[in-house]
């Protein structure tokens, strides 16, 4: 008999692994961007928002996969002396209302939009540039500021979403296939406690790191005498500082960011986590870039956020980043031990989806072999 049906099974059998080897590939990071608080003397929590913004901008982030939120127009503010621009440290060197574009604010800022932008239920009329555009290959970065109490986060002063509420729409936004891997980070009293309904089964590969913990307040770091207001968080700057003086796209995961963050006298708090990934409840094997880098780059930016890090008084400007040669504490001499390293960790959290998809594949390019086989041999 002809060799053409094996041939046939052979190439479809390439045909399908190709086909699943190119979904596989990496996807675009997402992110929404949340400040919940009015009026002028909550400056800091609408410059921590656009500092997080600006980081993530600087990672080749596009802004077309940011949802920007800002609950109030504090550039616009009559008291803001630099009337259209904001500042997060005390030089001014960096406006960072400069190149922003902000997707809802004022009143549009609430919880039931904050919702709708996570679940995707959205009215019909709502532009495509207010959505979330996110698949179940999507890594999605969360950031949330402004005043929060025991398992809630105030918006707008007037309404409140809470610890079970965020574990609801993030099951939702599991069970539809809106996210790959999640980073929450929020920075507000008491933050720790918004984490308290989550749990595993239904709030998978979601990480949550929060600047404060139970009947811990979070504080701002300085004022600006010349604004007359506080301009940032301490652990907002916290963070951003690490991007600035110890991030290595290579091998920095989340346990490095809360380690080198995790300081009590500088906080006055400590911080909160919690993980969602199996296997890993402090983030170990959690690599940072997952959240902060975009596969595709874009004209123009580059660095780890040197411009904007280096005007928050941090020092350096960007580019490489302080190099780190060592990961989960084990130090290597080689180059190619250290990827070995890091081939393992992002091997392991391979969604079990994609496993089975691949099985199911195999299994059928194994149905056309044997069916050519007995084809020959009839």
Not at 64 to 89: C, F
Not at 240 to 249: A, E, G, M, N
Not at 293 to 322: I, P, Q, R, Y
Request: charged share 20%.
């Amino acid at each position: 008999m002809s060799s053409y049906p094996t041939s046939t099974a052979f190439l479809l059998l390439l045909l399908l692994l190709h086909a699943h080897a190119s979904s596989s590939s990496p996807s675009a990071t997402h992110a929404v961007i949340v400040s919940t608080s009015r009026y002028w003397f909550n400056y800091r929590h609408t410059s921590n928002a656009l500092s997080v913004y600006h980081l993530l901008r600087s990672q080749n982030v596009p802004d077309s996969n940011i949802i920007l939120m800002l609950a109030d127009d504090l550039p616009e503010n009559v008291r803001n002396i630099e009337h259209g621009k904001m500042y997060g440290e005390r030089k001014r060197t960096n406006d960072l209302y400069e190149n922003v574009e902000v997707d809802y604010s004022g009143r549009d800022v609430t919880v039931e939009t904050f919702l709708q932008v996570l679940s995707g239920r959205h009215s019909p009329s709502t532009p495509d540039s207010l959505r979330l555009h996110t698949t179940k290959e999507s890594n999605v970065v969360l950031y949330l500021t402004g005043h929060g109490g025991d398992e809630f986060l105030k918006f707008q002063d007037s309404t409140e979403v809470s610890s079970q509420d965020l574990s609801l729409v993030f099951s939702e936004m599991h069970l539809l296939d809106r996210y790959s891997k999640m980073l929450l980070i929020v920075d507000t009293c008491q933050a720790g406690t918004l984490s308290s309904s989550f749990t595993r089964e239904k709030n998978p590969n979601l990480f949550f790191i929060g600047s404060s913990s139970k009947n811990e307040n979070s504080y701002a770091h300085h004022t600006s005498e010349y604004l007359g207001v506080a301009v940032i968080d301490r652990y907002t700057r916290a963070f951003l500082k690490y991007f600035q003086t110890s991030y290595d796209p290579k091998t920095s995961t989340l346990a490095n960011v809360i380690r080198e963050t995790n300081n009590p006298q500088e906080l006055r708090a400590s911080i909160s986590w919690w993980s969602g990934f199996e296997r890993d409840v402090d983030g170990e094997r959690v690599l940072l870039r997952w959240f902060f880098e975009n596969n595709v780059k874009v004209v123009g930016l580059g660095g780890n956020g040197g411009g904007l890090l280096k005007g928050l008084g941090f020092g350096g400007g960007g580019g490489e980043g302080v190099g780190i040669e060592e990961i989960n504490g084990v130090e290597f001499e080689k180059e190619e031990e250290k990827r070995k390293v890091e081939v393992e960790m992002e091997m392991e959290y391979y969604d079990i989806e994609e496993v089975r998809n691949l099985n199911l594949l195999i299994g059928i390019a194994g149905v056309f072999v044997a069916a050519s086989v007995a084809w020959e041999v009839l």
